[in-house]
């Protein structure tokens, strides 16, 4: 944010900007001292569920300390995200990696497992790992994006036909693909449609 700029509600994502608006309504905060104490870049810097579980973490503190002041209740607002962010050793750089949630709901839907080895992500039926399937059940997807993890691909390749496994190629040093992953089908049909159709950019 340039010297002197100041933000509005609306710039914040939705879901954010809604839970900060009702805090003005009540009176918790003020946009001006969010600007003045830099409070926008902090928020800025959050995730989105991060960023929301504690702002419902400040609005019930404040609830129950309704003579703190609006300055006071920013620099509390601060403190709530600064010990959020050693606690998570968010000063560090996190290694890249999927979306957790979105891939639990994967994991949960399915009854698959994942398996993370060095250089490897695997996802797989559990049930099934005994099968012996026929040859040419497995194909080669080239030419994926670097951040493109297994809860964007398993979708992409769900539509096509059931998944015996996946496996994402990992580089070691850095945690992102390698661009390219293995899927294996029930059968070789799927897995041929899936090679000469699937594109992910």
């Known amino acids: ?58 609005a019930d503190k404040i609830s129950n300390e309704q003579e703190i002041d609006s300055i006071n209740k920013c620099e509390f607002f601060l403190e709530l995200i600064n010990d959020w962010k050693i606690s998570n050793n968010s000063n560090k750089t996190l290694r890249p990696g999927p979306d957790q949630m979105k891939l639990k709901e994967i994991l949960d839907r399915t009854g698959y497992m994942q398996e ?15 099968v012996t399937l026929p040859t040419g059940c497995e194909c080669f997807i080239g030419k994926l994006p670097k951040d493109c993890f297994e809860d964007e691909l398993i979708p992409v390749f769900e539509k096509i036909g059931p998944i015996f496994d996946l496996r994402l190629l990992i580089e070691s040093s850095t945690g992102y693909s390698k661009g390219y992953c293995f899927v294996t089908y029930l059968d070789t049909a799927h897995a041929q449609i899936a090679a000469k159709s699937v594109k992910i950019n």
């Open 116 to 130: 993370i080895s060095t250089g490897q992500r695997k996802y797989m039926n559990k049930e099934n790992q005994s």
């Open 1 to 58: 944010m340039e010297p002197g700029q100041s933000y509005t509600i609306e710039k914040f994502n939705p879901s954010i900007s809604n839970k900060l608006k009702d805090l003005m309504e009540r009176d918790y905060l003020k946009m001006e001292d969010l600007n003045s104490l830099n409070l926008i870049e902090l928020i800025n810097s959050l995730n989105t569920d991060t960023c929301l579980m504690i702002i419902d973490q400040f």
